[in-house]
């Protein structure tokens, strides 16, 4: 039989019975490394020096039975497989094993067929035993882990977040479980998410993009945000916090601001959008031409740089849907300075998409424009189109 050796501490005050055990059970089943105790002060100092997945215990030793030792092992190890094997069979000891923990009960018999079922029932108790603590440490690992990690149930609610994905939205964990995902984003402002990147992702099996999400109190965050699809179409999300780092790069003379302060030749001003239209990273070109450091403006819908009065969100929502139906779209406007002047621009924004056609985000270049726009938008079919 193929696997990994399973170690057992057999403990029995005959040694030649011990011998005969080790003996049989090793001839069952070719992983089972046997060692013998002939006490359970013997077994208890051998299961100090740990490595052993298993113990099988006779009843009726001096000193100490098979019930004060497997309390023992407990008190140090609640799950170490541990099967009572004794010549001594009554209902009262069975119950007060069961009641102590006891992983099996198996009284000794004739014949070898015993060492069979022993055998079985033993390389049983070991799997579920390391199963066990394959999950416990998964758990662990997910638990400590410095990445939000969470699960969403296909009904959208979580049924796991740890502790890292918890603190990030400002939450406790049990607020959440039970919660559904869109407790992270304001009013309807997943529309996108839900309608077209979350059916990808049961399609694809992942995505990966900016967003910008809610904290509890109100805040918004600019997220790396990441989406697997798991068994039974269970969603595995992902979450880092982004907006620090995007206002410390915006200040900062890095390879991919210079980039971006290129992009387009003089006066052109470069920002990108999470697919719902909040603004995740900010230039010092932008931060120039509109007045506004990025720690002001990261997590600002594209609206909040509109001067209409009226109709700015629905005007951005426009724009957005055009970009994502036909590649990229543009229109002359005003925009907002941050000292409260308002400038005409050109503006174009792209949709980005990953290699499966799914929308990550808007990239959005403008420039100050000759034209005047109208001081009224336009309804959608007035809008510029390319």
Same mark, same amino acid.
């Given at each position: 039989m193929e696997g990994r050796s399973i170690r057992v501490l057999h403990v029995d005050d005959d040694p030649a019975f011990g011998e005969m055990v080790e003996t049989f059970l090793e001839r069952q089943d070719e992983r089972l490394e046997v060692e013998t105790a002939t006490s359970a002060a013997e077994g208890l100092e051998m299961l100090a020096d740990d490595g052993f997945d298993g113990v099988v215990s006779d009843y009726d030793m001096p000193e100490r039975n098979g019930i004060e030792f497997l309390e023992a092992v407990r008190d140090e190890d609640?799950?170490?497989?541990? +099967?009572?094997?004794?010549?001594k069979g009554s209902e009262e000891i069975a119950s007060e094993a069961i009641?102590?923990? &006891?992983? %099996?009960?198996?009284?000794?018999?004739?014949?070898?067929?015993?060492?069979?079922?022993? @055998?079985?029932?033993?390389?049983?108790?070991?799997?579920?035993?390391?199963? !066990?603590?394959?999950?416990?440490?998964?758990?662990?690992?997910?638990?400590?882990?410095?990445?939000?990690l969470s699960l969403v149930n296909p009904d959208g609610t979580f049924t796991y977040v740890n502790a890292a994905f918890a603190q990030l939205f400002g939450y406790d964990q049990a607020e959440l479980i039970?919660?559904?995902?869109?407790?992270?984003?304001? %009013?309807? $402002?997943?529309?996108?998410?839900? !309608?077209? +990147?979350?059916? @990808?992702?049961?399609?694809?099996?992942?995505? @990966?993009? $900016?967003?910008?999400?809610?904290?509890?109190?109100?805040? #918004?965050?600019?997220?790396?945000?990441?989406?697997?699809?798991?068994?039974?179409?269970?969603?595995?999300?992902? *979450?880092?916090?982004?907006? $620090?780092?995007?206002? *410390?790069?915006?200040?900062?003379?890095?390879?991919?601001?210079?980039?971006?302060?290129?992009?387009?030749? $003089?006066?052109?001003?470069?920002?990108?959008?999470?697919?719902?239209?909040? +603004?995740?990273?900010w230039n010092d070109g932008a931060a120039g031409f509109y007045g506004s450091d990025a720690d002001d403006v990261l997590g600002d819908h594209l609206s909040t740089l509109s001067t209409d009065a009226d109709r700015p969100e629905t005007v951005s929502e426009d724009l957005l849907d055009i970009a994502w139906r036909e590649g990229s779209v543009t229109h002359d406007v005003?925009? !907002? !300075?941050?000292?409260?002047?308002?400038?005409? &621009?050109?503006?174009? +924004?792209?949709?980005?998409? %990953?290699?499966?056609?799914?929308? #990550?985000?808007?990239?959005? &270049?403008?420039?100050?424009?000759?034209?005047?726009?109208?001081?009224?938008?336009?309804?959608?079919?007035?809008?510029? #189109?390319?």
């Open positions: 609640p799950y170490l497989p541990f +099967i009572l094997f004794t010549g009641a102590n923990g &006891v992983s %099996d009960y198996l009284q000794k018999a004739t014949g070898t067929d015993q060492y069979t079922i022993l @055998a079985n029932r033993l390389a049983n108790a070991v799997d579920r035993y390391r199963a !066990r603590r394959q999950i416990d440490l998964r758990h662990q690992a997910l638990e400590t882990a410095s990445e939000g039970g919660t559904h995902w869109t407790v992270l984003y304001h %009013d309807s $402002e997943a529309k996108r998410l839900e !309608r077209k +990147i979350l059916p @990808a992702v049961l399609e694809t099996g992942h995505w @990966a993009g $900016e967003t910008v999400r809610l904290t509890k109190h109100g805040t #918004r965050l600019v997220t790396d945000h990441r989406l697997t699809r798991a068994d039974g179409d269970t969603i595995v999300c992902t *979450a880092t916090d982004l907006t $620090e780092e995007r206002a *410390a790069s915006s200040r900062a003379e890095t390879t991919f601001e210079l980039l971006l302060d290129t992009i387009g030749g $003089e006066g052109y001003v470069f920002f990108t959008l999470d697919h719902e239209g909040y +603004i995740t990273r005003y925009l !907002r !300075r941050e000292d409260g002047g308002q400038v005409p &621009v050109q503006l174009r +924004i792209s949709s980005g998409t %990953d290699s499966d056609g799914t929308l #990550r985000g808007f990239g959005v &270049v403008t420039r100050e424009s000759a034209e005047q726009p109208p001081v009224e938008y336009g309804p959608d079919p007035q809008l510029g #189109r390319t």
